[in-house]
């Protein structure tokens, strides 16, 4: 291996839904995190692999640190705190605002009591004047001493090539943890819940989704010429009302989600898929412990 390879651990940290999932599928150049406008998208700490010549870079994608309003919220805000602690450097998602509310004093706060590099993007420029960005950068500034300050796109890839080459500017030499082909430690069957419960979060009203969880209960290949997997999932909910929602008139919402599932599945696995969607009730288990281990929630 080149003596000058460099690797390390990178946390993706930031408010809910500004981006982080986006910026690093991005960069991986394929979907690992799911994404949505609707926030707190992301759950649980997930791991992604970029390797190039000069080096390795291990992104974790943490759940946006807000205020936790359950159980399932104090989970999410204890994953984004302890990720800050083991990593090699922090990239900072903001909106490109000049107005830094209390969500971002407290991560500035926060930040400041640990001892890494931290890179500060400032994300959806697409959305901006150019000749605005200066202002939000001369904001920011004002908060916290950043190492790097990187304006990009992430839905549109503009100015991540430039974040990759001040990321390794930080990282030491070191070696590569996982092979090159390596692109994410997520098992199948957790990203293909993820890909599932994304898709209901895209169709369903806004008073659901924070309430659903995706489990894969079977995934199997058939044996044959023909490549076909089968996989049963359920999508849990905590209320009767929202079982109704879910499944929709006549069966058409729960179709949908499963079909739009399916399509995004079937180009993750590379073969064609037969996705079989339930929805079962299990009242406020957000606030519960055991339940939420069962749905994949482990610290």
């Not at 890179?119 to 004047?129: A, G, R």
Request: glycine share 6%; hydrophobic share 40%; with cysteine.
């Amino acid at each position: 291996m080149d003596q000058n390879f460099k690797s390390g651990f990178v946390a993706l940290i930031g408010r809910p839904n500004v981006g982080k999932s986006t910026l690093m599928n991005q960069i991986i150049g394929q979907k690992i995190a799911i994404t949505s406008k609707k926030p707190q998208t992301t759950r649980n700490k997930i791991q992604t692999v970029y390797t190039c010549d000069e080096g390795q870079i291990v992104f974790l994608d943490t759940p946006g640190i807000h205020k936790a309003k359950n159980r399932l919220g104090e989970y999410m805000v204890s994953v984004a705190s302890k990720t800050l602690k083991e990593v090699d450097l922090i990239v900072w998602l903001v909106e490109p605002d000049t107005f830094i509310g209390a969500g971002e004093q407290h991560i500035a706060e926060q930040l400041k009591s640990i001892d890494v590099p931290v890179i500060l993007v400032i994300n959806k420029i697409d959305t901006v004047k150019k000749e605005e960005i200066l202002e939000f950068i001369d904001a920011y500034r004002k908060i916290y001493n950043f190492d790097e300050i990187v304006p990009l796109s992430a839905l549109k890839g503009e100015g991540t090539d430039t974040l990759v080459e001040q990321i390794f500017k930080y990282l030491e030499n070191g070696p590569m943890y996982y092979d090159e082909d390596t692109v994410t430690d997520q098992p199948m069957r957790q990203i293909v819940a993820e890909l599932i419960r994304e898709k209901a979060l895209h169709a369903l009203n806004e008073e659901v989704p924070h309430g659903i969880a995706v489990t894969v209960e079977s995934m199997k290949e058939r044996s044959g010429k023909k490549k076909i997997m089968d996989i049963e999932a359920t999508i849990v909910c905590e209320r009767d009302s929202h079982k109704a929602i879910i499944i929709g008139k006549k069966g058409a919402m729960l179709k949908k989600i499963g079909s739009n599932a399916r399509y995004e599945i079937e180009q993750q696995l590379d073969m064609k898929v037969n996705l079989q969607l339930w929805v079962k009730v299990r009242k406020d288990w957000r606030e519960n412990e055991l339940m939420m281990k069962n749905f994949g929630f482990k610290e």
